[in-house]
């Protein structure tokens, strides 16, 4: 079965200053991946996805996410940090058939 | 397009009542995929329709039941509500569901069922 771990349950960073929010997954074949974001009160809404094209995927608002294979990784980033990016964040691997597998999420904080 | 509508947004009731929930897909998509959100559990697959017919189930018991019409819309329902049914009831629209997650997928903003 897949799986997602996301290292960082709370991430703080400065407005300006960059944002990385890491995820490792499990998967027993070619995983599609992606990254989500809630803010409270909110439904998901995707910021990125990987399905096996390109390693480097970039998403909506700046940010945008690698797929290393070797390391089982797809980490987050985004160059810039902004008041309105302070939310709460998920990775995402699609199991078989249609379901999803969310990571425990990542809360992140920008502080101005 | 119009996205993703769940209706109602919030909803209180009754240990022991039984509730529905409504989602309309994006139009177009016939999968349509329902998670539960709580602050223990986060979120977790429910299960998942596709052309009137289930497709896929998580680990949740009988309970919670669901259905889709012809026009993909489509509604979960709870039985005999329980205190630690409390959530924010997300539902996910996809085009297909032949792929894995190649269309993507567009959630809803949620319902909020609290049970007393």
């Known amino acids: 079965a897949q799986s997602v771990t996301q290292l960082d349950s709370h991430v703080s960073v400065s407005e300006g200053t960059p944002v990385l929010l890491r995820c490792n997954y499990s998967?027993?074949?070619?995983?599609?991946l992606f990254w989500y974001v809630q803010h409270p009160n909110k439904g998901l809404q995707l910021l990125l996805k990987?399905?096996?094209?390109?390693?480097l995927v970039k998403g909506i608002n700046g940010f945008e996410a690698e797929f290393k294979k070797s390391e089982t990784s797809f980490h987050l980033t985004k160059p810039s940090a902004h008041m309105s990016d302070a939310a709460e964040y998920f990775c995402?691997?699609?199991?078989?058939?249609?379901?999803?597998?969310f990571g425990a999420g990542t809360i992140l904080r920008v502080k101005s | 397009k119009a996205g993703v509508t769940q209706t109602p947004r919030y909803l209180i009731k009754t240990r022991g009542q039984q509730v529905t929930l409504s989602c309309s897909p994006i139009?177009?998509?016939?999968?349509v995929s329902w998670y539960q959100q709580t602050p223990g559990q986060g979120l977790q697959f429910l299960f998942e329709?596709?052309?009137?017919?289930?497709?896929n189930k998580g680990n949740f018991p009988g309970r919670f039941s669901g259905r889709q019409f012809s026009n993909s819309r489509s509604e979960m329902n709870v039985s005999t509500l329980e205190l630690g049914d409390s959530a924010l009831y997300l539902c996910?629209?996809?085009?297909?569901?032949?792929?894995?997650?190649?269309?993507?997928?567009?959630f809803g903003s949620g319902t909020r069922l609290t049970v007393v």
């Open positions: 139009s177009g998509h016939r999968s």
């Open positions: 998967s027993s074949y070619s995983p599609s």
């Open positions: 995402v691997v699609s199991d078989k058939g249609n379901k999803l597998v």
């Open positions: 990987y399905t096996s094209a390109a390693t």
């Open positions: 996910a629209s996809s085009l297909d569901s032949s792929h894995k997650g190649e269309y993507g997928y567009t």
């Open positions: 329709y596709f052309s009137e017919t289930q497709r």
